[in-house]
């Protein structure tokens, strides 16, 4: 443990432990992987100012995300079948960020349920909604959530229909997995993974499977997501989405300033500067190259999030100087827990903590809320 020294040390070992099919879910982006690949690129062209001789005591990474105090501004994003990469792994993840005092996103396709989470976690916790065409299912999650004192409803809006990746196709990839040869084999080479699974009752959809109506079998992602995601969603459906959640509400997914601008009138408290880690549409800018224009555009108006391509604390601060007010990490606390679960989770944080601590202090701020586009060279 005391050898993991960034983000890429956790990937490794998460990739040794892991059965490939799910290591290849979370590391894996639409078609070519091109805008996967940018999000984490564009990040290494933003270069800091380094500053020297300021007082550097007394540093502080705490901020607030929709008036949430957070000990970093750094949440967890809602990843699907979270719980494939480490058994019961939304429940761990969800520990492991309300001891560090972060954010935690479920997501609807979670393998943990809404239930599960919340008997594992005394702070509320975020919850990310897919909206399906069975509509008295999607309310039937709202009030789930609500009831589960989920504290902001996170709309994703990115998602009607799957972009394709290659890899979860190649790889034959389900939830739970057939049993195969090649299946098999994948499992049987990470017996640890093999051993947790058997003993967790937890290895399916459990927000759907059981809740939503005629669906039992999830196996083949691609065709769930395609029968059941409703296509027709449009701007008009935030508004009953909003009404219905009541409380904080977060869109996810916005790429562009036109988009932002509409976002900002629904009255939601903050979007996400988002293209899903790259796993949607193959050919779309970077969110970091983004998202100056859009929080220059809405940030008087709406509270701007980003995801996307953070691998360090450096690139955290990168996006807060741009704009934004907070940020999320997917893939990052996904290696965490596929390597070493909780605890792996806790160092992924604690890895991006101790970056942004020192790069804060070497560019010269005591505080992470002063860090701005002056910090950047440019
Ligand atoms: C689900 O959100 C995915 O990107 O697979």
């Known amino acids: 443990m005391s050898m993991i020294l960034t983000i890429a040390d956790l990937k490794d070992l998460a990739r040794r432990r892991v059965p490939k099919m799910f290591f290849d879910y979370a590391d894996s982006g639409g078609w070519t992987e091109s805008t996967y690949r940018a999000n984490e690129e564009d990040f290494q062209k933003i270069k800091f100012r380094q500053r020297v001789l300021v007082d550097m005591s007394n540093r502080s990474l705490e901020s607030t995300m929709i008036g949430e105090k957070v000990a970093m501004p750094v ?28 954010p935690f996103t479920l997501s609807t396709m979670s393998i943990c349920s ?3 989470v919340a008997s594992v976690t005394k702070k509320p916790f975020w919850f990310q909604l897919y909206v399906l065409r069975d509509k008295d299912f999607v309310l039937d999650l709202i009030d789930r959530a609500k009831a589960a004192k989920c504290s902001a409803l996170v709309l994703t809006l990115d998602l009607q229909i799957l972009g394709q990746r290659h890899k979860d196709i190649r790889n034959g990839l389900s939830a739970p997995p057939r049993f195969t040869p090649k299946h098999i084999w994948q499992m049987a080479t990470r017996p640890g993974w093999c051993i947790g699974m058997a003993g967790t009752k937890r ?17 083949s992602l691609s065709s769930w997501t395609t029968e059941q995601f409703d296509p027709h969603l449009s701007w008009k459906d935030v508004a009953w989405i909003k009404e219905r959640w009541g409380g904080k509400l977060i869109l996810k997914g916005i790429l562009d300033k036109e988009d932002a601008l509409m976002a900002a009138k629904t009255g939601a408290d903050a979007i996400i500067v988002s293209n899903h880690g790259g796993r949607q549409l193959d050919g779309a800018s970077s969110s970091i ?13 709406i509270e701007v999030h980003m995801d996307g391509g953070i691998r360090s604390g450096q690139d955290v601060l990168k996006a807060l100087c741009l704009g934004a007010k907070g940020t999320y990490i997917g893939r990052p606390f996904l290696y965490g827990l596929g390597a070493l679960g909780k605890d792996g989770v806790t160092k992924a944080l604690e890895i991006i903590r101790k970056e942004m601590d020192i790069t804060l202090a070497l560019c010269g701020k005591r505080l992470v809320t002063d860090m701005g586009k002056d910090q950047l060279r440019r």
């Open 289 to 301: 190259a983004v998202l100056e224009e859009i929080a220059d555009a809405v940030g008087d108006t």
């Open 203 to 219: 290895r399916t959809f459990r927000n759907i499977v059981g809740h939503a109506k005629g669906v039992g079998d999830l196996t």
């Open 75 to 102: 949440a967890l994003a809602p990843t699907g079948m979270t719980g494939m990469q480490h058994p019961d792994g939304e429940m761990l993840a969800a520990q492991a960020a309300e001891e560090f005092g972060v």
């Open 114 to 116: 809404i239930e599960d």
